[in-house]
Protein backbone atom coordinates (compact mmCIF):
# COMPACT_ATOMS: atom_id res chain seq x y z
CA UNK A 1 0.00 0.00 0.00
CA UNK A 2 3.02 2.30 0.84
CA UNK A 3 4.58 1.79 -2.11
CA UNK A 4 1.34 2.87 -4.47
CA UNK A 5 0.72 5.99 -2.56
CA UNK A 6 4.43 6.56 -2.84
CA UNK A 7 4.44 6.26 -6.50
CA UNK A 8 1.25 7.29 -7.53
CA UNK A 9 1.98 10.54 -4.64
CA UNK A 10 5.68 10.99 -6.77
CA UNK A 11 4.24 10.43 -10.88
CA UNK A 12 1.08 12.93 -9.76
CA UNK A 13 3.20 15.28 -8.85
CA UNK A 14 5.42 15.77 -11.70
CA UNK A 15 2.79 15.61 -13.95
CA UNK A 16 1.40 18.73 -11.45
CA UNK A 17 4.59 20.21 -12.62
CA UNK A 18 4.10 20.00 -16.27
CA UNK A 19 0.55 21.05 -15.94
CA UNK A 20 1.95 24.16 -14.31
CA UNK A 21 3.84 25.05 -17.04
CA UNK A 22 1.65 24.71 -19.54
CA UNK A 23 -0.89 26.57 -17.37
CA UNK A 24 1.89 29.53 -17.33
CA UNK A 25 2.66 29.53 -21.03
CA UNK A 26 -1.01 29.40 -22.01
CA UNK A 27 -1.83 32.14 -18.70
CA UNK A 28 -4.79 29.86 -17.94
CA UNK A 29 -5.96 30.50 -14.63
CA UNK A 30 -8.19 27.85 -13.95
CA UNK A 31 -5.56 25.19 -15.43
CA UNK A 32 -3.03 26.72 -13.01
CA UNK A 33 -5.27 26.17 -9.88
CA UNK A 34 -6.14 22.38 -10.56
CA UNK A 35 -2.49 21.70 -10.83
CA UNK A 36 -1.39 23.71 -8.03
CA UNK A 37 -4.45 21.46 -5.77
CA UNK A 38 -3.09 18.24 -7.77
CA UNK A 39 0.59 18.90 -6.72
CA UNK A 40 -0.81 19.35 -3.28
CA UNK A 41 -2.45 15.79 -3.28
CA UNK A 42 0.27 14.48 -5.02
CA UNK A 43 2.49 15.76 -2.61
CA UNK A 44 0.35 14.43 0.77
CA UNK A 45 0.40 11.19 -1.20
CA UNK A 46 3.73 10.93 -1.43
CA UNK A 47 4.68 11.72 1.72
CA UNK A 48 2.03 9.59 3.60
CA UNK A 49 3.33 6.79 1.52
CA UNK A 50 6.90 7.81 2.76
CA UNK A 51 5.14 7.57 6.62
CA UNK A 52 3.73 4.54 6.57
CA UNK A 53 6.77 2.44 4.69
CA UNK A 54 8.06 -0.55 6.60
CA UNK A 55 10.40 0.51 9.33
CA UNK A 56 13.55 -1.64 8.89
CA UNK A 57 13.69 -4.27 12.06
CA UNK A 58 17.55 -4.47 12.06
CA UNK A 59 17.82 -2.21 14.36
CA UNK A 60 15.47 -3.05 16.56
CA UNK A 61 16.99 -6.21 16.70
CA UNK A 62 20.44 -5.46 17.25
CA UNK A 63 18.86 -2.93 20.35
CA UNK A 64 17.39 -5.91 21.67
CA UNK A 65 20.31 -8.44 21.49
CA UNK A 66 22.07 -5.59 22.96
CA UNK A 67 19.69 -5.22 25.92
CA UNK A 68 19.78 -9.18 26.23
CA UNK A 69 23.66 -8.77 26.86
CA UNK A 70 23.79 -6.31 28.55
CA UNK A 71 21.25 -8.18 31.06
CA UNK A 72 23.24 -11.62 31.09
CA UNK A 73 26.40 -9.65 31.39
CA UNK A 74 25.06 -7.54 34.37
CA UNK A 75 23.52 -10.72 36.18
CA UNK A 76 26.74 -12.89 35.92
CA UNK A 77 28.89 -9.70 37.13
CA UNK A 78 26.38 -9.74 40.34
CA UNK A 79 26.86 -13.07 40.80
CA UNK A 80 30.89 -12.98 40.97
CA UNK A 81 31.10 -9.26 42.47
CA UNK A 82 32.62 -10.14 45.69
CA UNK A 83 35.42 -12.75 44.35
CA UNK A 84 35.97 -11.30 41.33
CA UNK A 85 36.27 -7.44 41.14
CA UNK A 86 39.37 -6.79 39.36
CA UNK A 87 38.12 -9.64 36.87
CA UNK A 88 34.63 -7.80 35.93
CA UNK A 89 36.87 -4.24 36.08
CA UNK A 90 38.60 -5.36 33.33
CA UNK A 91 35.98 -7.34 31.44
CA UNK A 92 34.06 -3.85 31.43
CA UNK A 93 37.17 -2.06 30.09
CA UNK A 94 37.68 -4.83 27.42
CA UNK A 95 33.67 -4.50 26.65
CA UNK A 96 33.99 -0.02 26.23
CA UNK A 97 36.75 -0.92 24.14
CA UNK A 98 35.32 -2.93 21.82
CA UNK A 99 32.15 -0.51 21.18
CA UNK A 100 34.18 2.33 20.83
CA UNK A 101 36.02 0.23 18.05
CA UNK A 102 32.94 -0.64 16.72
CA UNK A 103 31.55 2.33 16.45
CA UNK A 104 34.70 3.96 14.74
CA UNK A 105 34.98 1.07 12.15
CA UNK A 106 31.37 1.40 11.64
CA UNK A 107 31.88 5.63 10.68
CA UNK A 108 34.55 4.67 8.58
CA UNK A 109 32.62 2.01 6.88
CA UNK A 110 29.42 4.89 6.43
CA UNK A 111 32.11 7.53 5.00
CA UNK A 112 34.17 5.24 2.46
CA UNK A 113 30.85 4.03 1.08
CA UNK A 114 29.35 7.67 0.08
CA UNK A 115 31.25 9.65 -3.19
CA UNK A 116 32.32 12.90 -3.69
CA UNK A 117 30.24 15.09 -5.44
CA UNK A 118 32.13 16.31 -8.13
CA UNK A 119 32.22 18.09 -12.02
CA UNK A 120 31.35 14.74 -13.53
CA UNK A 121 28.51 14.22 -10.55
CA UNK A 122 27.12 17.25 -11.75
CA UNK A 123 27.65 16.71 -15.06
CA UNK A 124 25.53 13.50 -15.00
CA UNK A 125 23.01 14.89 -12.79
CA UNK A 126 22.21 17.15 -15.33
CA UNK A 127 21.65 15.10 -17.96
CA UNK A 128 19.54 13.67 -16.01
CA UNK A 129 16.95 16.63 -15.17
CA UNK A 130 17.40 17.65 -18.30
CA UNK A 131 15.52 14.62 -19.33
CA UNK A 132 12.92 14.63 -16.60
CA UNK A 133 11.74 17.89 -17.16
CA UNK A 134 11.40 18.11 -20.62
CA UNK A 135 9.82 14.36 -20.50
CA UNK A 136 7.27 16.14 -18.33
CA UNK A 137 6.70 18.95 -21.09
CA UNK A 138 6.58 16.71 -24.10
CA UNK A 139 3.69 14.78 -21.50
CA UNK A 140 2.04 17.94 -21.03
CA UNK A 141 1.80 19.14 -24.60
CA UNK A 142 4.62 21.80 -24.88
CA UNK A 143 6.09 22.14 -27.68
CA UNK A 144 9.18 24.40 -25.64
CA UNK A 145 12.35 22.87 -24.04
CA UNK A 146 14.62 23.75 -21.50
CA UNK A 147 18.33 22.99 -21.49
CA UNK A 148 19.82 21.74 -18.40
CA UNK A 149 23.81 22.96 -18.09
CA UNK A 150 26.29 22.44 -15.46
CA UNK A 151 28.38 24.35 -14.23
CA UNK A 152 31.11 23.43 -12.14
CA UNK A 153 30.50 20.52 -9.24
CA UNK A 154 28.18 23.00 -7.17
CA UNK A 155 25.85 24.86 -10.15
CA UNK A 156 22.99 23.99 -12.67
CA UNK A 157 21.86 26.60 -15.29
CA UNK A 158 18.26 25.78 -16.45
CA UNK A 159 17.93 27.51 -19.84
CA UNK A 160 14.71 28.52 -20.69
CA UNK A 161 13.09 29.73 -24.20
CA UNK A 162 14.08 33.77 -25.04
CA UNK A 163 10.48 34.53 -24.40
CA UNK A 164 10.36 33.56 -20.71
CA UNK A 165 12.17 36.55 -20.35
CA UNK A 166 9.82 39.09 -20.65
CA UNK A 167 7.05 36.68 -18.51
CA UNK A 168 5.42 39.27 -15.79
CA UNK A 169 7.50 38.79 -12.62
CA UNK A 170 5.10 36.79 -10.64
CA UNK A 171 5.05 34.14 -13.59
CA UNK A 172 8.88 34.31 -13.82
CA UNK A 173 8.59 33.76 -9.51
CA UNK A 174 6.25 30.61 -10.19
CA UNK A 175 8.30 28.92 -12.48
CA UNK A 176 11.75 29.12 -10.88
CA UNK A 177 9.81 28.12 -7.79
CA UNK A 178 8.72 24.64 -9.81
CA UNK A 179 11.51 24.22 -11.53
CA UNK A 180 13.97 24.21 -8.13
CA UNK A 181 10.75 21.45 -6.86
CA UNK A 182 11.11 19.36 -9.66
CA UNK A 183 15.63 20.02 -9.32
CA UNK A 184 15.54 18.82 -5.69
CA UNK A 185 12.93 15.78 -6.14
CA UNK A 186 14.54 14.46 -8.86
CA UNK A 187 18.13 14.93 -6.83
CA UNK A 188 16.62 12.75 -4.20
CA UNK A 189 15.62 10.00 -6.89
CA UNK A 190 18.79 10.09 -8.63
CA UNK A 191 21.36 10.37 -5.56
CA UNK A 192 19.35 7.25 -4.01
CA UNK A 193 20.72 4.65 -6.76
CA UNK A 194 23.55 2.72 -5.47
CA UNK A 195 25.69 3.73 -8.61
CA UNK A 196 25.92 6.92 -7.43
CA UNK A 197 25.00 7.83 -3.36
CA UNK A 198 27.04 11.19 -3.33
CA UNK A 199 27.94 12.77 -0.38
CA UNK A 200 25.18 15.61 0.01
CA UNK A 201 21.90 15.73 0.70
CA UNK A 202 20.58 18.24 -1.37
CA UNK A 203 20.68 18.91 -5.03
CA UNK A 204 23.56 21.54 -6.97
CA UNK A 205 22.35 25.23 -6.80
CA UNK A 206 20.20 26.78 -9.32
CA UNK A 207 19.76 29.66 -12.09
CA UNK A 208 17.27 30.42 -14.49
CA UNK A 209 18.93 31.63 -17.01
CA UNK A 210 17.35 32.98 -20.77
CA UNK A 211 19.59 32.10 -24.26
CA UNK A 212 21.52 35.56 -24.16
CA UNK A 213 22.62 34.99 -20.90
CA UNK A 214 20.28 37.15 -18.69
CA UNK A 215 19.75 35.61 -15.26
CA UNK A 216 15.76 35.39 -14.43
CA UNK A 217 16.31 33.84 -10.93
CA UNK A 218 18.99 31.92 -8.81
CA UNK A 219 18.92 30.17 -5.99
CA UNK A 220 19.23 31.31 -2.61
CA UNK A 221 22.79 31.12 -0.90
CA UNK A 222 20.66 28.89 1.77
CA UNK A 223 19.20 27.00 -0.47
CA UNK A 224 15.73 26.30 -0.56
CA UNK A 225 14.54 28.98 -1.96
CA UNK A 226 14.17 31.01 -5.23
CA UNK A 227 15.03 34.92 -6.04
CA UNK A 228 13.82 36.64 -8.99
CA UNK A 229 16.59 38.44 -10.86
CA UNK A 230 14.90 40.52 -13.59
CA UNK A 231 12.62 42.82 -12.65
CA UNK A 232 9.63 43.24 -15.60
CA UNK A 233 7.37 45.49 -13.33
Known sequence: MWVLLFLVGFLGFIVAIGALLWSFIKKNKDLRKKSLIGGLL????????????????????????KTEQTSKTSSTSKKKE??????????SATSSSKKK????????????????????ANTAFASEL???????????????????????????????????KYLPNSQIQQLAD???????????EWNAKPENNYDQTYG????????DGT?????SFWGGTMKRVIDNN
Request: proline share 4%; glycine share 4%.
Open 82 to 91: KNSTKQSKKT
Open 215 to 219: TLAKE
Open 204 to 211: PSLYIKSP
Open 42 to 65: AMIMFFTGAMISPIDESESSVETA
Open 178 to 188: TILSAKENCFK
Open 130 to 164: NTKINDVLRQGGVTDSFAVMPNGSSLIDVVVPQNY
Open 101 to 120: NAKTSSSTETSSSSKTYDDA
